[in-house]
């Protein structure tokens, strides 16, 4: 097994050299293994959008998928509701604990009927080599062809509004998954915070969270998992937008309880953990 994994990454590390008119020439054979996945990683994330071929594609997908069975799938029945939780803490002070979870670790790992990807107005995700964001990890986990299909959304776009296009802050876009474990992604442009919080910014990240649900039930999809939209880069504080985040949540499900049976507030911090536990206990 062990050479079968090695030979995929040898085989996707020059396909994608191969690729690549400028790292064409990279010398690889001294790598590491971890040096190999990094490699493959930047690579990937580098790529522009155009031109897949089915030999590297099938080469990424194998790779991938190898990846995936290795961190592990988390299934929808393996995460507890707020309600399984904690409703033998005392007293829940928040509605719907029966729909709701909080669950710590990898987005990438759910296998939920779509995982929400904190993307940029440019929506063709994160280029910077092995980045630490959200929209970096989604897009290396899922492979380049959600690039791809970005890519040819934002162009149809462009041909109907204007070269200058942008995705605007609040919208929800819904995409395939390709090679993570849940059914689609959803792209949502989040505010970023450049000074001080204002009302206009709360909003903004309140019709995020609107925007995707309506997606979701649009699309039949009744499960979903949200990253923490706008912390970390775009620097929205960590209390208030979890505050924002449950409240969202909360009052869409006053109307539209009937579409959902799950909404999951993932979070990889472990203050972000503890904002979201303190909000559901009313302290």
């Known amino acids: 097994m062990k050479a079968d994994k090695d030979e995929r990454a040898d085989l996707l590390l020059e396909q994608l050299k191969a ?15 971890a040096q190999k996945k990094q ?3 930047s690579l990937m994330n580098i790529r522009m959008p155009g031109g897949l071929s089915e030999t590297l594609l099938s080469a990424q997908d194998a790779y991938l998928q190898e990846e995936r069975a ?10 507890p509701t707020i309600q399984g939780q904690y409703g033998g803490q005392g007293d829940l002070q928040i509605d719907f604990a029966d729909k709701l979870s ?9 296998q939920t009927g779509a995982i929400v990807n904190a993307a940029n107005s440019q929506m063709l ?13 989604i ?26 296009y942008e995705e605007p802050v609040g919208s929800a876009v819904l995409t395939k998954a390709y090679n993570l474990p849940c059914d689609y ?19 903004d990240l309140h019709s995020c969270y609107e925007s995707v649900l309506l997606c979701c039930a649009e699309n039949g999809i009744r499960s979903v ?13 960590n209390e208030e937008a979890a505050e924002i985040a449950v409240k969202a949540v909360t009052d869409f499900l006053r109307a539209h309880a009937d579409t959902m049976d799950r909404v999951i507030f993932n979070v990889f911090k472990e203050q972000d953990r503890e904002i979201y536990e303190r909000i559901f206990a009313g302290a």
């Not at 690729?19 to 293994?33: I, R, V």
């Not at 290795?70 to 995460?79: F, R």
């Not at 992604?185 to 909003?203: D, F, M, R």
């Open 19 to 33: 690729d690549s008119a400028k790292y064409k020439d990279l010398e690889t054979g001294g790598y590491s293994p």
């Open 39 to 41: 490699a493959i990683r």
């Open 70 to 79: 290795e961190k592990g799938v988390v299934t929808l029945p393996e995460i």
């Open 102 to 110: 909080l669950w710590q670790g990898d987005i990438t790992r759910l």
């Open 125 to 137: 995700g994160c280029f910077v080599p092995c980045h630490r964001c959200i929209d970096n990890a």
């Open 139 to 164: 897009h290396s986990a899922a492979g380049m062809q959600l690039r791809e299909a970005c890519s040819h959304i934002m162009q149809e776009k462009r041909m109907r509004y204007g070269r200058q």
């Open 185 to 203: 992604v959803i792209h949502t442009v989040g505010p970023i915070v450049y000074g001080q919080l204002t009302e206009a910014l709360k909003k």
């Open 225 to 237: 998992a949200f990253c923490c939209i706008s912390t970390g880069e775009f620097h929205f504080p």
